[in-house]
């Protein structure tokens, strides 16, 4: 059973900085993909970035790329987001994703409880 549990949400003000982080416990993840998805009110849920556990792949939503960076820890069981340059359209939960495929809009199969994330203009 995997589990992930994200921590680094916040207040954050427009074109300042947060740093996300989801540490996962379970089965070896060397051959899974893990990434983050964010939901704002009333809006579907939506892709934000993803990794390969195991590779130096890595893919963006549009809307974030060259804002923020998807980085994992093996030694810790951890991926990261670093937001930069963060605009208040960013203020969503954030949530940590983790399975065999991750494809856009859709996610994999084990999602972390979220962590709370506003950006005020």
């Known amino acids: 059973q995997v589990q992930l549990e994200e921590s680094g949400g916040g207040l954050a003000q427009a074109g300042g900085s947060l740093r996300l982080s989801c540490h996962a416990s379970?089965?070896?993840?060397?051959?899974?993909?893990m990434g983050w998805f964010r939901q704002a009110p009333e809006k579907d849920r939506e892709f934000v970035a993803a990794?390969?556990?195991?590779?130096?792949?890595?893919h963006y939503a549009d809307s974030v790329k060259g804002r923020f960076t998807i980085s994992r820890d093996s030694d810790k069981n951890a991926i990261y987001l670093q937001m930069d340059n963060l605009k208040p359209e960013d203020t969503a939960v954030y949530y940590c994703?983790?399975?065999?495929?991750?494809?856009?809009?859709?996610?994999?199969?084990?999602w972390g409880q979220g962590t709370q994330v506003i950006v005020s203009s």
């Open positions: 994703n983790a399975g065999n495929s991750i494809s856009p809009p859709h996610g994999g199969e084990y």
């Open positions: 379970g089965p070896p993840f060397s051959r899974y993909v």
């Open positions: 990794l390969k556990w195991s590779t130096s792949w890595t």
